[in-house]
């Protein structure tokens, strides 16, 4: 991934994508075929606000993402379907305290139930159907349950519920199992398992993707943008910069309609100053968080005079600027620097 643009732009714009009907209802028929024709697509609405539950291993960080509900239609019984996508890399804590008190979504359900009118009905749990869709191109190595972070006494594993979600992995799909499958979605997520090809065999790739969503140009022209919008933000941001023009070459010389080829640098340069909007963004807030450790090492100093060498690598590794603010204003009440370090 380019170090000078945003680390998780192509993600995001995964995530966009799945927020449509036809992209998500493709996901589901190849993860669950047999529940999939069960959902009313076109009644998909955002979740309430952000759930996230956190698992695996303490070495690696946390991504929080958008979850959406797909609601079957009234007689086909009430699923729903709550999808968490991107390339997850999740931890058993969160990552502050923000994070760690959003409810999940059978804690809202229960909050709603209770602030309903009297006489209440019996509460019922709606049935969830949580899919981790990981992109990464090894599958996923950590824990996949909340039971498996457990740690001794193993007697009390019993009493901790099994509960984990449906994971997706990518790496366990060919490219030619998703290119030339049936499902549009998963021909454009089959880019995804070129992040780290050569640039020859990652450009066969596209075409053959490519040549995949053409038809969609006339058939669903809408469909179409998003799922190019898809491949083409892969291309520039999960690509070396390095090789911006040969992936703008190939995109125009894969198309021979003159408007579509106009249509397709259209979008090529919104992209691209998506991206450089974003890394600025993001260098303006690299630079807030660096004033901030500074100022926090300079009053950390101040509390406790010299400070080790582990601790400063510690406190420069520190990019959330909320926890910088926490750890901020709580130096002058904690007793050392470990406890500073441990305020999430």
Do not use: Y
Not at 118 to 123: L, M
Not at 126 to 155: C, D, F, N, Q, Y
Not at 219 to 246: F, M, Y
Not at 270 to 295: D, H, K, M, P, V
């Amino acid at each position: 991934m380019n170090d000078d643009s945003p680390r998780d732009f192509a993600d995001r714009m995964l995530c966009e994508a799945l927020s449509k009907p036809e992209n998500l209802r493709g996901l589901l028929r190849n993860a669950v075929p047999e529940l999939a024709d069960g959902f009313d697509f076109e009644r998909m609405r955002p979740a309430k606000r952000e759930f996230s539950w956190a698992i695996g291993d303490g070495g690696s960080q946390m991504s929080w993402s958008k979850s959406r509900i797909a609601r079957t239609k009234e007689k086909s019984g009430r699923w729903s379907a709550c999808w968490s996508s991107t390339k997850l890399r999740v931890i058993g804590k969160c990552h502050s305290r923000r994070s760690c008190t959003r409810p999940s979504t059978w804690e809202w359900q229960w909050r709603v139930w209770e602030g309903s009118p009297t006489p209440k009905a019996e509460f019922k749990l709606t049935p969830m159907l949580p899919i981790v869709l990981h992109t990464g191109l090894r599958p996923w190595g950590s824990a996949k349950s909340l039971r498996e972070l457990l740690g001794p006494p193993a007697e009390f594993h019993a009493f901790t519920p099994d509960w984990q979600p449906m994971f997706w992995e990518l790496a366990k799909h060919s490219p030619d199992e998703l290119v030339d499958g049936p499902e549009s979605f998963l021909q454009a997520l089959a880019i995804f398992k070129a992040d780290d090809a050569e640039l020859e065999e990652a450009q066969e790739l596209f075409r053959r993707i490519f040549r995949k969503l053409d038809p969609l140009h006339e058939t669903g022209r809408v469909h179409w943008r998003d799922l190019l919008g898809l491949i083409l933000s892969w291309a520039q941001n999960r690509r070396s910069n390095v090789e911006r023009k040969a992936w703008t070459e190939l995109a125009d010389n894969l198309e021979s309609s003159a408007e579509i080829r106009r249509e397709i640098q259209a979008m090529g340069t919104t992209i691209a100053q998506e991206l450089i909007r974003e890394a600025r963004q993001e260098g303006f807030a690299e630079g807030a968080a660096a004033t901030r450790r500074s100022t926090l090492l300079r009053l950390a100093r101040k509390r406790f005079g010299q400070t080790s060498d582990k601790f400063l690598a510690e406190v420069n590794s520190v990019t959330d600027i909320d926890r910088l603010d926490r750890m901020t204003d709580l130096v002058n009440e904690i007793g050392s620097l470990e406890e500073l370090l441990a305020v999430e």
